[in-house]
């Protein structure tokens, strides 16, 4: 298991937990929770087997021994007094004999509150359906509280500018394009495609007043996309595509919800199937196996099995197993490997189905996500994304079996989306990020949202 570089901390390190110990009611209680117990071994290198009761770091003061006491009441040890580290996203001081957290208190395990994280601008979102904006209509939507409004020119391009007319300030939204410029529903005051005010009907050309803010727009797989940070760094980022909308050889549904929650629990909820729990009317019991795990400055990627401990398929996740399973084919030995992955700001799931799967072979499932935070405070999110099953030989079956597939996922979503509000009210209700978050794979995620984002 890899720990990986925590935000604004300078540790690089491999880990074997073992049973977490209770080690007192200091402070450092906080990281019991975290497996520092006796037998954990932590190294700057390859993870060990071989149980130890010392872990070397690297901290801004250079390298580092930190021992685990065997004595249950002093907790731990360290022999290099003064360093300062960050060791599982809790923020620690080493003084002389013992390690003191800087955090305030024991209930709040993260160092970084990423409930007041940002989604950074400078990245592309998803505001519309190519669909909602046909030649002369315009629309109003927000990224983080910023009014944007999105016209189609009568050529059929699509343009984004800052929803507001110079002038009294109302939504442009409300006004009429013409042509390739948008006017303003209450005085006519007039704007092009770059935000530059071009006409107020009692003003002559020489006062013209300033115009409004543009924004980097583009339509990817049928999904508008907004870019509202630095604008030099908008062609760089564009994505190609999403998921596999483009297939021929996929079906693909769309997905939309708005959702009262900041979007980094969106992520989470994603990235850890260890809450399959959760989805047992709709799956029966499923326990979720991790096969591995990996991360980078801006991703974080990981890998499942599942099994069956009780209950039985619905029929929808029935259908998308057995589409893929050829006819006559005994299931004995027919497998199940998942990938999530955050390639910031977005994600994407991966299912293989089969014997001997490889990475090569195309994926029974395939969906993308994107999160748009709508208000100021981003405690609610926009979610775009696109749904795609491969299609089994027999022509037509796909269609048959759609209606069991929508109602299937319709019912994950839906209860993806009330457990995720449930969590910002608690985050409301408490002021801070008091979730205990053990799974590894969750503090690698946690990093590259605290890495990427925005305070």
Excluded at 131 to 157: S, T
Excluded at 259 to 264: G, L
Excluded at 290 to 298: N, S, V
Excluded at 411 to 439: L, P, S
Aim: charged residues 25%; aromatic residues 10%.
């Amino acid at each position: 298991m890899q720990l990986g570089k925590a935000a604004g901390a300078e540790v690089l390190s491999d880990f074997v937990a073992a049973p977490p110990r209770n080690v007192g009611t200091s402070p450092l209680g906080s990281l019991s929770s975290y497996g520092l117990a006796s037998g954990l071994v932590c190294l700057a290198g390859p993870p060990a087997a071989i149980p130890a009761k010392k872990l070397d770091i690297l901290s801004q003061s250079g390298p580092a021994e930190l021992w685990l006491d065997p004595r249950p009441d002093d907790g731990l040890t360290v022999a290099a007094p003064g360093a300062h580290v960050l060791l599982h996203s809790a923020e620690i001081t080493m003084t002389e004999g013992t390690l003191t957290p800087i955090l305030p208190h024991a209930t709040t395990a993260n160092a970084v509150d990423l409930r007041r994280v940002g989604a950074h601008p400078d990245y592309w979102y998803p505001v519309a359906w190519s669909h909602e904006l046909p030649p002369g209509r315009a629309v109003g939507r927000r990224f983080a509280g910023e009014p944007i409004v999105l016209y189609r020119g009568v050529q059929g391009r699509v343009f984004a500018l800052e929803d507001r007319c110079a002038h009294r300030q109302v939504p442009l939204h409300l006004g009429v394009v013409a042509g390739d410029q948008i006017k303003c529903h209450y005085h006519g005051w007039t704007y092009d495609c770059s935000g530059k005010c071009v006409s107020a009907p009692y003003f002559g050309k020489e006062r013209l007043p300033n115009g409004v803010k543009s924004y980097p727009v583009s339509e990817v797989d049928g999904i508008v996309l907004v870019f509202p940070g630095e604008r030099t760094l908008a062609p760089g980022r564009l994505p190609a595509s999403l998921g596999s909308f483009r297939r021929k050889d996929y079906k693909t549904r769309k997905l939309y919800r708005e959702v009262a929650c900041h979007y980094t629990f969106m992520h989470e909820n994603l990235f850890d199937m260890n809450h399959q729990f959760m989805h047992r009317k709709q799956m029966g019991s499923i326990r979720a196996q991790c096969l591995g795990r990996d991360h980078g400055e801006q991703w974080a990627q990981v890998e499942y099995s599942f099994k069956r401990t009780a209950g039985k398929q619905s029929i929808g996740e029935q259908v998308i197993v057995d589409l893929m399973r050829a006819r006559g084919e005994k299931k004995r030995d027919f497998r199940d490997y998942m990938r999530i992955r955050t390639d910031y700001p977005s994600q994407s799931l991966k299912v293989w189905l089969g014997r001997d799967i490889e990475e090569t072979r195309d994926p029974v499932l395939d969906v993308w996500l994107g999160y748009t935070p709508w208000d100021a405070e981003q405690r609610s999110n926009h979610t775009y994304g696109y749904l795609s099953v491969k299609k089994p030989p027999i022509p037509g079956l796909i269609q048959l079996a759609w209606p069991f597939v929508t109602w299937f996922t319709e019912n994950i979503f839906r209860e993806d989306k009330e457990i995720v509000e449930y969590e910002q009210r608690a985050y409301d209700a408490q002021g801070a990020d008091w979730n205990n978050e053990v799974f590894p794979a969750l503090h690698d995620l946690r990093g590259v949202l605290a890495r990427c984002g925005q305070l």
